[in-house]
């Protein structure tokens, strides 16, 4: 059994350019839901994906936009960069939206 | 409100002793459920025991325990007998039963110390 994966490991960016994320489930898990976990602090809750359709967003504005595709993998997009997006994103995946298992995480830098 | 509190940004054990970490919440769901992750330095969540709101008995998974009082709505983990490896943060999280997320609190830093 595969578990969840995420490329790249680490990115750094500079602010106002955009950045693209990907995540691969674990197999049998329809479900991805992405995180953004600034230093120090707790995972919050960016939106999840459930067959392939936004299922739920969290307090985030519209350039966090994201992807599931038909093998279930997803994408998270970050349009115009800010320092403060600067973070470990996290997915999780999960079958029908119950225990999710993480990913290693994708540590952005934005300079 | 914060949906779950850890007041504890630090703790130490010595190695072979148990701890416990402290999480509190806050829901006006009456279903839900209680998760305890542990982050090592290299960053994966790595799920660690779960309670539902209904569960009449208190969650075990090997060396570690949930202490679930729901009248306190407190969830507190119990690590037995620790080990070095056990070093981690450790974040509680609740889902509510219509919610598609987990609410994580700010986590506890576990030290263990040889």
């Known amino acids: 059994e595969t578990g969840v994966t995420q490329s790249p490991t680490h990115l750094i960016k500079t602010r106002g350019q955009q950045v693209t994320l990907r995540c691969s489930s674990q197999?049998?898990?329809?479900?991805v839901s992405w995180y953004q976990q600034a230093l120090g602090q707790g995972p919050q809750f960016i939106f999840q994906y459930y067959r392939e359709e936004e299922n739920g967003r969290g307090n985030f504005p519209p350039r966090f936009s994201g992807l599931q595709f038909p093998n279930y993998s997803s994408e998270l997009n970050v349009n115009a960069l800010e320092l403060d997006d600067s973070a470990l994103y996290l997915c999780?995946?999960?079958?029908?939206?119950?225990?999710?298992?993480f990913g290693p995480g994708t540590r952005l830098t934005v300079t | 409100a914060q949906k779950i509190t850890q007041t504890q940004p630090g703790m130490f054990v010595q190695e072979k002793e148990a701890v416990t970490l402290d999480c509190t919440y806050d829901?006006?769901?009456?279903?839900?459920?209680l998760f305890w992750y542990k982050q090592p330095s290299s960053g994966e969540m790595i799920f660690l025991i779960y309670?539902?709101?209904?569960?009449?008995q208190n969650a075990t998974e090997g060396r570690y325990s949930l202490n679930f009082q729901k009248a306190r709505k407190s969830a507190n983990l119990v690590i037995s007998a620790s080990q070095l490896g056990d070093s981690a943060m450790y974040f509680c999280?609740?889902?509510?039963?219509?919610?598609?997320?987990?609410?994580f609190g700010t986590g506890t830093r576990l030290t263990v110390i040889p």
């Open positions: 999780a995946s999960s079958l029908e939206g119950n225990e999710q298992y």
């Open positions: 999280a609740m889902r509510e039963y219509e919610a598609n997320n987990l609410f």
């Open positions: 197999s049998g898990h329809n479900t």
């Open positions: 309670q539902g709101s209904y569960d009449q």
């Open positions: 829901t006006s769901d009456p279903s839900y459920g």
